[in-house]
């Protein structure tokens, strides 16, 4: 069975940094393209940062362009966002979402999420 847990949220403070990590279990995690998610209170959910391996690329929303790196250690089947220079507006629950390669129908993954508060 297929799990994804995201781990490393909490509370910083404005201009802080956190990492988060998203860690597969079940599964090697170098056949799935993973994406990060978050949904604010009583906004809908919204893409964050994709990290596809073949071939290799990534992708950011507009507003963490610059601010958010995703990364990945397969051999450590873990997908990282790091977060810097964090606002208010990135407070969010944070998703982790794999969805296999090549997979049709799609196979795919979330995780329970976690959360990321920016507040001084």
């Known amino acids: 069975q297929v799990r994804l847990v995201e781990s490393g949220g909490g509370l910083v403070q404005p201009g802080g940094s956190l990492r988060l990590s998203c860690t597969a279990s079940?599964?090697?995690?170098?056949?799935?393209?993973v994406t990060w998610y978050r949904q604010a209170p009583g906004k809908e959910r919204e893409f964050v940062a994709i990290?596809?391996?073949?071939?290799?690329?990534?992708n950011y929303h507009d507003s963490v362009k610059g601010r958010f790196t995703i990364s990945r250690d397969d051999a450590l089947n873990t997908v990282y966002l790091q977060m810097n220079s964090l606002k208010p507006e990135d407070t969010a629950v944070y998703y982790c979402?794999?969805?296999?390669?090549?997979?049709?129908?799609?196979?795919?993954?979330w995780g329970p999420g976690t959360q990321v508060t920016v507040s001084s």
């Open positions: 979402y794999a969805r296999r390669r090549n997979s049709s129908p799609p196979i795919s993954y």
């Open positions: 079940g599964t090697n995690f170098d056949i799935y393209d």
């Open positions: 990290i596809i391996s073949v071939p290799y690329s990534t």
